[in-house]
């Protein structure tokens, strides 16, 4: 059985890792249910991505939470976290979704999932895992990093309101440098509207400044934050 895998992450030492993780789990494992794993090609742009799916059978994708997007004539260029997942899964319903993404935190697993991820794993995994991952998903099963399912059980959001996709959204490229208006501009939303998902963030989470926001995400690592 050959198996087609597809890698994209915005750092090419993500996905230069990931390539070389199956190389060699495929090379060091000669118990492997027959299963031939071909990884086809890797990107950091979600319309190369979208170019790769639609001219290749793509099993599996492992997908970052993040890529590089650039604003051009195609709306898809624009998308990533579960945005992109959700319109990818929904274009190539034959292709399982592994999310690869350093956030550990429930509301955006929870959120991936939803949006049609079949399989969660963090940049922490090993090669065992990354096989218990491939073949869940290709037997048609969800699968989830064991430390990321218990959390998921013991529902430990930051405070006892979830957050929703925008509002995770708003605050994940708070947390990546960008400014208010360039998140409207990257959402196609208005000022407004993005300063209200971040208010009502900012309460669900219990906080009541921006300063209490980002020590609060720091101490959770709900996000990466850039510096």
């Known amino acids: 059985m050959s198996v087609n895998i597809l890698i994209a992450d915005e750092h090419t030492l993500i996905r230069?890792?990931?390539?070389?993780?199956?190389?060699?789990?495929?090379?060091?494992?000669?118990?492997?249910?027959n299963i031939e794993f071909n990884v086809i090609g890797d990107t950091d742009s979600p319309a190369e991505l979208v170019s790769l799916l639609s001219h290749n059978r793509v099993d599996i994708l492992f997908l970052g939470f993040t890529l590089n997007t650039r604003r051009t004539q195609s709306p898809v260029s624009e998308l990533d976290g579960t945005a992109l997942i959700k319109w990818l899964a929904n274009k190539f319903p034959q292709t399982q979704i592994v999310v690869l993404s350093p956030y550990r935190n429930t509301n955006v697993?929870?959120?991936?999932?939803?949006?049609?991820?079949?399989?969660?794993?963090?940049?922490?995994?090993?090669?065992?895992?990354?096989?218990?991952?491939?073949?869940?998903?290709?037997?048609?099963?969800?699968?989830?990093?064991?430390?990321?399912?218990?959390?998921?059980?013991?529902?430990?959001?930051?405070?006892?309101?979830?957050?929703?996709?925008?509002?995770?959204?708003?605050?994940?490229?708070?947390?990546?440098?960008?400014?208010?208006?360039?998140?409207?501009?990257?959402?196609?939303?208005?000022?407004?509207t993005v300063s209200a998902h971040k208010l009502r963030a900012m309460e669900k989470l219990g906080v009541e400044s921006d300063c209490q926001l980002y020590c609060l995400l720091a101490q959770t690592r709900m996000f990466d934050i850039a510096i």
Do not use: H, P
Request: glycine share 6%.
């Open 16 to 33: 230069r890792g990931m390539l070389s993780m199956i190389n060699t789990m495929s090379a060091a494992n000669t118990t492997m249910d």
């Open 109 to 192: 697993i929870r959120m991936a999932l939803e949006a049609g991820a079949r399989g969660y794993i963090s940049r922490e995994t090993c090669e065992r895992m990354l096989w218990r991952a491939m073949t869940a998903v290709l037997d048609g099963e969800v699968y989830i990093e064991r430390g990321l399912m218990d959390s998921l059980f013991r529902r430990d959001t930051l405070a006892g309101q979830e957050l929703t996709t925008r509002e995770n959204d708003v605050l994940r490229m708070l947390c990546r440098g960008l400014s208010l208006t360039a998140i409207s501009s990257k959402m196609n939303l208005s000022n407004k």
